[in-house]
């Protein structure tokens, strides 16, 4: 009854011409892609009509191009161990699901996927006296949305963890999560999570991507050749859980399903024009209580206004990284920093006449350029501009000449910035 209710009457075209025409929107790789390039013309294609139940068989079907899937039902096909290769139901799912994130839509939605909804109220509980203890304590903060908006919990993750370890190990004692991220990311993956509580009358984002390249300025995503830009999807999945029921007046996430597969993704969602083209287009889904969505970190999409009277939207923001994103040797790059200081000074003045462009081979080699991980309490970015990273505290440095020691004790506060507690 569901599936026949959600396929709807959409016209449908076959599978190889839509994967040949994603493929033809993907860049040439190590091609250096400007935003003078987008054209917003070049979503058209990207009808609301192209999604089909046929495609994702063990579906219930989508609603507005977002896929969704039966929680109940994918617990029984992991009633058996789904790290086993020989478990085909899984693999299929698996199969699936990657094909939902990569070439589909690019989103799919998991209702009931938290089905321990005593549990589930015991975490939001927890989550809610960390937002009541940082408030006091005068520690929050949000880079999305205006003070008073909403209520950000950074490392909810941890600090669930520590607060009430046994919840945690029973909140997340989720084979039904656990299926969603190894379907993207395979074993070992690594997660982090935000937790968000947009109060009524908070104002809807703007459309975005996320982590990586979604917190980059467009100066430096430029700096990525293209086939990183696609690379960096594969990385990271994006996801949510509903702690509460969220009917569409308080605003869930709304997306621009298949936009993953556009080309200047993260490079034209910052375009007046483009906002409106989102606003025109988004596709956007109620959530129940216990239900998860998951995303590609490259589909543009954005927080919803919250209009209702009285519902705070409580979300579990979660982040799921590869395990690769990491370098295989453990690095001490502040005591790096410190030791190559004097000499990358020296040079900076004797081959740069004061321009550390001149040592700027040096420096990558010594100092970490990515801004991130971070303690977001400590450390939190300005809108989608990142905060700076080592590399850019060395350069600061040199541009300022400051003295040995003087730069000791910036190496000291910036790493201190980074410190989970």
């Known amino acids: 009854m569901m599936r026949r209710a959600l396929m709807g009457t959409a016209r449908k075209v076959p599978m190889s011409l839509r994967l040949m025409s994603t493929s033809e929107r993907l860049p040439r790789h190590g091609l250096k892609l400007q935003p003078s390039q987008s054209r917003v013309s070049a979503f058209f294609p990207l009808d609301s009509d192209n999604t089909f139940a046929t495609d994702y068989p063990l579906s219930e079907g989508n609603l507005s191009n977002i896929v969704l899937y039966d929680g109940s039902k994918i617990r029984s096909i992991l009633s058996t161990n789904e790290q086993k290769s020989t478990n ?20 799919f939605v998991i209702k009931d996927a938290f089905d321990d909804h005593e549990a589930l109220d015991d975490v939001s509980e927890a989550f809610e006296a960390i937002i009541r203890q940082e408030e006091e304590e005068g520690e929050a903060g949000d880079h999305f949305s205006a003070s008073g908006n ?6 909810a993750q941890e600090k669930l963890c520590v607060r009430d370890p046994g919840l945690f190990v029973r909140y997340f004692n989720n084979r039904v999560f656990t299926a969603a991220c190894r379907s993207w990311l395979g074993p070992d993956f690594q997660v982090t999570s935000q937790v968000n509580s947009s109060h009524p009358g908070s104002s809807a984002q703007d459309p975005h991507c996320d982590y990586h390249l979604g917190f980059r300025t467009n100066e430096q995503v ?4 293209s086939h990183v830009h696609k690379m960096s999807q594969y990385l990271t999945l994006q996801g949510a859980i509903a702690h509460v029921d969220m009917p569409l007046e308080t605003g869930p996430t709304t997306f621009l399903p298949y936009s993953q597969n556009f080309e200047r993704n993260y490079l034209t969602w910052r375009d007046p024009k483009f906002v409106e083209y989102y606003r025109q287009r988004n596709c956007q889904l109620p959530l129940s209580k216990g239900d998860a969505v998951f995303f590609n970190p ?8 919250n209009i209702s009277p009285n519902t705070d ?14 370098p295989m040797e453990v690095l001490d790059r502040y005591r790096m920093s410190v030791a190559a200081y004097p000499h990358l000074l020296r040079l900076t003045n004797e081959l740069g006449r004061g321009d550390p462009s001149a040592v700027l081979p040096a420096l990558e080699c010594t100092a970490l350029g990515n801004a991130f991980p971070t303690n977001l309490d400590r450390d939190t970015p300005q809108g989608s501009a990142p905060p700076p990273s080592m590399k850019d505290k060395v350069w600061e440095a040199l541009m300022m000449q400051i003295s040995e020691e003087e730069f000791k004790e910036w190496m000291k506060e910036h790493g201190w910035l980074r410190e989970s507690h």
């Not at 430029?222 to 050749?225: A, I, N, R």
């Not at 939207?313 to 990491?326: E, K, P, T, W």
């Open 88 to 107: 085909e139901a899984y693999n299929e799912l698996a199969s699936e699901w990657t094909r939902v994130l990569d070439s589909g839509p690019g989103v």
């Open 313 to 326: 939207r409580l979300a579990n923001l979660v982040q799921v990284s590869s395990a690769f994103g990491q």
């Open 150 to 155: 909403n209520s950000r919990i950074w490392n």
């Open 222 to 225: 430029t700096e990525y050749p």
């Open 298 to 305: 490259g589909l543009i999409h954005a927080a919803g206004d």
